[in-house]
């Protein structure tokens, strides 16, 4: 296999973005990603997207993609593992570039959530959920993770202040990073007294529903240092799966495809979970942040709730978790999302993050999932 | 909206909680599959579910899905049954404050949801308090 470096990185400012259909804000972000590479080759793309065929009614989208990128007749393939989409492109892309088959790819996610009702998207996550058994029965996504919260609040003792300090710190985070789709500071009381979703779980504690892409170009390690945008490197990857059903996982309260997948990037990269300097996860809501940097071995089992509350996960802290803000503020366009951490890992890496800059960082990792976690990417990313 | 036939097909586990045993480890498979998750064997018995068991974890949905809007807010749970089959569905004929972890319960077959004024009625199976 070959070292595989990232040299572009592209992504606009997330929200509800009306004026702009998908293919327009997956071209902006592609666009800003082979510019910041500098180097106007592109060999084959990934993309990665939930459910273009629920949210505007279009499949077939990379070609699309392509055709608007105006890179025809580049390969080019859609990849779909629900919220995990994101990373399961940047994998693909990786394995391309490592195997020898590509050169220059262009790694996407995109998601364009605003075209539809609340009702018709809360429909359209859920179809990552169990559509015969869990769905039917009127279940949603976050009434999914509110079940994981209660089962993990009942075992372990976990708090519903504990689950706020999730929101209150990304939201701390994202305060400072300008294409955040929700930059507004939270404090633990409004988030404990903002609507419930699905009890115990907040408006506060989720994600929000957000049009928005990111792009970045991977080359191998040798033609990038040719280059001169500073390489950092991809030395892991990990890709883990499993029950897409919630009822039929062993333990509720644990996320066993993060862990796993997260045990095979580091085994790649031959580095341990304590030589990360910083994380991107997927904080879809505040418990999934909690029960990630257990699964991560950032805090014991039962113990991710006084891990953020002891401020060990804070941008000061001793492993910073979601320095952009997380999905929480920066926003969840589902496709995208896992992209979007590569973005941030390795503008931190590169020491372009600004006021959210984690000082010195020279590792990072990115976990990226799908459903309750029913898919699990993994990677880790190195400043030479 | 889907064919009838994608509703239909799902009727012996929606109505009658029809499920299998595995041979090789004895897990019971709700829905039936092909390949044991945890044995990989592949011969099964007819089993039907317990119909009584515990809530492991429940939640009150507050902001439903398309085709439930009219139903919010309601409580859904996972219980495990008293044969150790895990499954998930709607606590009803319960107020949310006495829904706890443990809670014991029994399944009734009830109706789901509709697909709109012409469409399939959809039934299936929840779970009421013991």
């Given at each position: ?9 592209g ?8 004026a ?13 990603a ?47 593992s ?22 220059v ?27 015969e ?11 999914l ?75 191998p390690l ?96 001793k ?5 952009s ?17 590569a ?6 890496l ?6 959210r ?20 990417l993994?990677?880790?990313f190195?400043?030479? | 909206?889907p ?29 039936p ?9 592949r ?88």
């Amino acid at each position: 296999m070959r070292d595989v470096a990232v040299i572009g990185l592209g992504m606009t400012k997330w929200g509800e973005l009306w004026a702009k259909p998908l293919r327009t804000i997956f071209v902006e972000a592609a666009l800003l990603a082979i510019e910041d590479a500098g180097l106007d080759r592109i060999d084959s793309m990934v993309v990665g997207c939930m459910s273009s065929g629920l949210f505007v009614g279009q499949e077939h989208l990379a070609s699309l993609l392509s055709d608007y990128l105006g890179r025809i007749p580049i390969p080019a393939a859609r990849v779909e593992s629900a919220c995990s989409s994101g990373g399961l492109a940047l994998r693909q892309g990786f394995i391309e570039v490592a195997s020898g088959m590509s050169d220059v790819v262009l790694v996407g996610g995109v998601e364009k959530m605003t075209d539809v009702t609340g009702c018709e998207a809360t429909f359209a996550l859920g179809t990552a959920a169990d559509q015969e058994y869990e769905s039917y029965q009127g279940l949603t996504f976050p009434g999914l993770y509110a079940m994981m919260a209660v089962a993990h609040m009942h075992r372990y003792g976990t708090t519903r202040d504990q689950l706020s300090m999730v929101a209150v710190k990304n939201h701390d985070n994202g305060s400072k990073n300008p294409l955040a789709q929700f930059p507004s500071k939270v404090t633990v009381e409004m988030v404990n007294q903002s609507v419930l979703v699905a009890d115990p779980l907040r408006i506060l504690d989720c994600s929000p529903i957000t049009d928005g892409a990111a792009a970045v170009v991977l080359c191998p390690l040798d033609m990038a240092k040719r280059m001169k945008r500073p390489a950092i490197r991809i030395t892991g990857s990990g890709h883990a799966t499993d029950t897409i059903s919630l009822s039929s996982r062993k333990d509720i309260t644990r996320l066993e495809s993060t862990h796993i997948a997260a045990g095979k990037a580091l085994a790649m990269a031959g580095r341990k979970i304590e030589d990360m300097d910083l994380f991107e996860v997927h904080d879809c809501f505040t418990i999934a942040e909690i029960m990630i940097t257990e699964a991560l071995g950032l805090a014991a089992p039962g113990q991710g709730g006084k891990a953020v509350e002891e401020g060990v996960t804070g941008l000061r802290g001793k492993h910073p978790v979601n320095p952009s803000g997380g999905l929480k503020s920066k926003g969840h366009p589902v496709g995208a999302t896992g992209v979007a951490q590569a973005v941030e890992v390795v503008k931190q890496l590169r020491g372009e993050a600004g006021e959210r800059q984690v000082k010195g960082a020279k590792r990072g990792l990115t976990q990226n999932m799908g459903g309750t976690g029913g898919s699990a990417l993994v990677h880790v990313f190195e400043a030479d | 909206m889907p064919t009838p036939s994608r509703y239909w097909r799902e009727i012996p586990q929606r109505y009658r909680l029809e499920a299998e045993k595995c041979k090789g480890c004895g897990l019971i498979l709700f829905p039936p599959r092909l390949v044991c998750p945890q044995c990989g064997k592949r011969e099964f018995e007819k089993t039907k579910l317990a119909g009584t068991g515990k809530l492991l974890t429940y939640t009150v949905i507050r902001v439903a899905p398309e085709g439930f809007e009219d139903q919010s807010p309601y409580a859904v749970g996972i219980a495990e049954l008293d044969d150790g089959a895990r499954l998930t569905a709607q606590v009803v004929d319960c107020d949310f404050s006495r829904l706890k972890v443990g809670l014991r319960v029994k399944l009734e077959f009830r109706k789901i949801h509709e697909d709109g004024a012409a469409g399939v009625i959809h039934y299936g199976y929840k779970f009421v308090p013991e």
